[in-house]
């Protein structure tokens, strides 16, 4: 695509700038940055991607993988206000599912251990582990006070933490992993991914796109799996107190 061609795709930005404006929806400023924002930020990322492919050595793999995960926990972040340690717990999240998903990946050779692989598929983990921790996070703090009588009833009947909190988790996890799942069920009928995509538009064999797609597929239920599950277990000590009573005075 040519600098024009893209100058050019800007005329879609247009589109939903005139729709609030006509609608009084008052969205005008907001994606006017977030197109500004995504200019800049894919083009600094297009330029770092291709000094870390030309250096080819893992200190800049792991500095980039760094800073893709911390952002994501920072982001992630925001939704868990007033639990203790979130930032932490969501790191340790993400960090763990990319160990585990990159290890099996590379430790079974499947992707060549190689920056053009690596850095783009750990992208698509940890993007999707974020919005994950962000879906658990929403939904078990909404959880937790809609059944904050429920919680504390089995606590004052001599239930440990785990046994009051276990019931409001499974429904935690169930519901951030929802999206995920429906998306699933549906792809290459209502939507073509975007990997696969690419790699047609690059000139790829559609079948060798497929399966390529077929491996993020996998991936992503997996890390979204794993986030919602290990997440949720890290961080539900941090609704209680220290005399194991509930603590939600900080949520607001």
Request: aromatic content about 8%; overall charge positive.
């Amino acid at each position: 695509m040519s600098l024009f061609a893209l100058m050019l795709s800007f005329c879609f930005v247009i589109i939903p700038l005139y729709l609030s404006k006509a609608f009084e929806l008052g969205l005008g400023k907001d994606l006017i940055i977030a197109a500004v924002r995504a200019t800049i930020q894919l083009l600094i990322v297009g330029y770092v991607l291709k000094l870390v492919f030309g250096f080819d050595h893992p200190i800049g793999i792991g500095l980039m993988l760094f800073v893709m995960i911390y952002v994501a926990a920072k982001n992630a972040e925001k939704r868990g206000k007033g639990l203790r340690n979130v930032f932490i717990h969501i790191f340790l999240t993400i960090t763990i599912v990319e160990i585990i998903t990159q290890g099996f990946l590379l430790g079974l050779k499947i992707v060549p251990a190689t920056p053009q692989y690596i850095i783009p598929i750990s992208g698509m983990i940890i993007g999707n582990s974020m919005v994950i921790s962000n879906l658990l996070l929403n939904r078990l703090k909404g959880e937790v006070v809609n059944r904050k009588d429920e919680i504390i009833l089995i606590l004052s009947l001599g239930g440990t933490v785990k046994q009051s909190i276990f019931p409001v988790l499974k429904q935690a996890i169930k519901s951030s992993l929802i999206p995920t799942v429906e998306s699933q069920k549906t792809i290459g009928l209502v939507q073509l991914p975007g990997m696969m995509t690419g790699q047609i538009i690059a000139g790829a064999d559609p079948i060798q796109a497929v399966r390529f797609q077929l491996l993020i597929v996998f991936l992503i239920l997996a890390a979204a799996s794993l986030t919602a599950i290990i997440l949720s277990f890290l961080i539900y000590p941090s609704l209680f107190n220290k005399d194991d009573q509930l603590d939600i005075r900080n949520w607001n």
